[in-house]
């Protein structure tokens, strides 16, 4: 796709969004994908998501890192939290996915999405994505009881994947996952 932008101004955006676009956003696709940005100059980024075996590989240029990520579809049973969603949220179920680092990142704070990155910050490592209602701006969440329900199925996926992260060269490893308090908000 091709667009015609005429004014530097908005062209020198246009090239920070792109420079700046998360790799992350690879790990909600269910498949191996290639994704290659342009931003009309010679500078071309390519990102990469490769599955290996329970995990994906994420390669952003010369950067690589690994993530597991844990995906459920769940249904939002409570009359209240249906009620206080939006027609974009009520469905029969949605999907919830907790994409978590595999290696290094520990001291960066996790993040909540919903598809796209909020500025709303988790002590719990990785990203918590899910169709969360958020302010107008999409960057940050509101209160209410759609989010208190989608947070409590988030936390019955956390509880059940924890298990699955121990190997048998690190069964400790599981510890990585549990909420840190060096999170640093920002």
């Known amino acids: 796709m091709r667009a015609e932008v005429k004014t530097a101004e ?3 955006h246009l090239r920070k969004e792109i420079s700046s676009f998360p790799a992350e956003f690879l790990l909600f696709l269910p498949v191996s994908m290639i994704l290659e940005l342009y931003d009309g100059t010679k500078a071309q980024r390519v990102l990469r998501a490769d599955p290996d075996g329970k995990e994906i590989i994420l390669r952003a240029g010369t950067e690589q890192s690994r993530w ?3 995906f459920r579809e769940v249904k939002i049973k409570d ?10 949220h009520a469905r029969d179920k949605v999907p919830l996915v907790w994409a978590i680092p595999s290696e290094g990142k520990r001291d960066e704070s996790g993040r909540f999405w919903a598809f796209f990155p909020t500025h709303t910050a988790t002590y719990l490592p990785g990203i918590l994505n899910a169709p969360w209602k958020l302010i107008s701006d999409r960057n940050a969440m509101v209160g209410g009881e759609w989010n208190t329900a989608l947070m409590r199925e988030a936390a019955r996926l956390i ?5 699955e992260l121990s190997t048998s ?5 599981l ?12």
């Open 169 to 173: 060269d690190d069964p400790g490893r």
């Open 68 to 70: 597991r990520v844990i």
């Open 10 to 12: 908005l062209k020198a």
């Open 159 to 163: 509880v059940k994947t924890l298990p």
């Open 79 to 88: 009359g209240r939290a249906r009620a206080d969603a939006t027609h974009i």
């Open 175 to 186: 510890l990585n996952a549990f909420p840190s308090d060096s999170v640093r908000w920002g």
